[in-house]
T-cell receptor, first 113, second 116 residues
Framework: SQQGEEDPQALSIQEGENATMNCSYKTSINNLQWYRQNSGRGLVHLILIRSNEREKHSGRLRVTLDTSKKSSSLLITASRAADTASYFCATQGGSSNTGKLIFGQGTTLQVKP | GAVVSQHPSRVICKSGTSVKIECRSLDFQATTMFWYRQFPKKSLMLMATSNEGSKATYEQGVEKDKFLINHASLTLSTLTVTSAHPEDSSFYIC????????????FGPGTRLTVT
C-alpha cells in the first residue's frame, strides 16, 4: 500500500529558482529516502535521512524530517533544466523492520531554461 | 559498484502468452530483491519481496499465480507474468538489497511490458 502523500503533484519553475517538495507518511519509520526518476527510466537514490535526524544536505539538496508531523521536505536549490524529473519519497522500516520501501505518489518537477 | 540490471528492457507480447523478466545484481550478492510495478505517471507499487531460496512474499492484492517470482541465486530473481493480458502492460522495476544493510537498495532500470 502507498503510505506517502506528496505535494505538490506537479511543479513548474524557472532555472535558478528553488524547488520544494513535501512528503507525508502515516506509520513509524526507520528512515525516509528520496529518489529521482527521469521519464521511462529507473530510480536514482538521492538521499536518506534516518528517523533520528532532522536535516541532511547533499550538494544542492536539502532534506528535512519531522517525525512528530510525519512529514519530510526536499529542497533543490538553484535548479537546472537537468533537474526536470519525477521525485519520490519512500519510507522504510518501522515496527515490521523489513527492508521494503513504501513510495509516495511523487512530484513531477519541470525546470524551464 | 552496486549495479542492478534488468532484462529485457522492453518486451511486447500477445495476450495469453507468458513473459519472464530477469533482475540481476552484477557486483554484489542480494539476499533480498523487490519487485515493483509502475503505471504511467504513477508511483511505484510494491508487488512482492523475494528472498533467495525461499518463497516470495506478495503484497495484498497481488496474484501470486499470475506473477511468479523465483529467486534461485544470490544474484538473480525472475518475475514471470503468466497468461498476460493488456491490463498487465506496465513498467516493472526490481531492486536489490545488499546483505546485512537493509537500508540500501539499488534499483534496476526497469522493463516496459506491452501486451497486445
Amino acid at each position: 500500500s502507498q503510505q506517502g502523500e506528496e505535494d505538490p503533484q506537479a511543479l513548474s519553475i524557472q532555472e535558478g529558482e528553488n524547488a520544494t517538495m513535501n512528503c507525508s507518511y502515516k506509520t513509524s519509520i526507520n528512515n525516509l529516502q528520496w529518489y529521482r526518476q527521469n521519464s521511462g527510466r529507473g530510480l536514482v537514490h538521492l538521499i536518506l535521512i534516518r528517523s533520528n535526524e532532522r536535516e541532511k544536505h547533499s550538494g544542492r539538496l536539502r532534506v528535512t524530517l519531522d517525525t512528530s508531523k510525519k512529514s519530510s521536505s526536499l529542497l533543490i536549490t538553484a535548479s537546472r533544466a537537468a533537474d526536470t524529473a519525477s521525485y519520490f519519497c519512500a519510507t522504510q522500516g518501522g515496527s515490521s523492520n523489513t527492508g521494503k520501501l513504501i513510495f509516495g505518489q511523487g512530484t513531477t518537477l519541470q525546470v524551464k531554461p | 559498484g552496486a549495479v542492478v540490471s534488468q532484462h529485457p528492457s522492453r518486451v511486447i507480447c500477445k495476450s495469453g502468452t507468458s513473459v519472464k523478466i530477469e533482475c540481476r545484481s552484477l557486483d554484489f550478492q542480494a539476499t533480498t530483491m523487490f519487485w515493483y510495478r509502475q503505471f504511467p505517471k504513477k508511483s511505484l507499487m510494491l508487488m512482492a519481496t523475494s528472498n533467495e531460496g525461499s518463497k516470495a512474499t506478495y503484497e495484498q492484492g497481488v496474484e501470486k499465480d499470475k506473477f511468479l517470482i523465483n529467486h534461485a541465486s544470490l544474484t538473480l530473481s525472475t518475475l514471470t507474468v503468466t497468461s498476460a493480458h493488456p491490463e498487465d502492460s506496465s513498467f516493472y522495476i526490481c531492486s536489490a538489497e545488499t546483505s546485512g544493510r537493509s537500508y540500501e537498495q539499488y534499483f534496476g532500470p526497469g522493463t516496459r511490458l506491452t501486451v497486445t
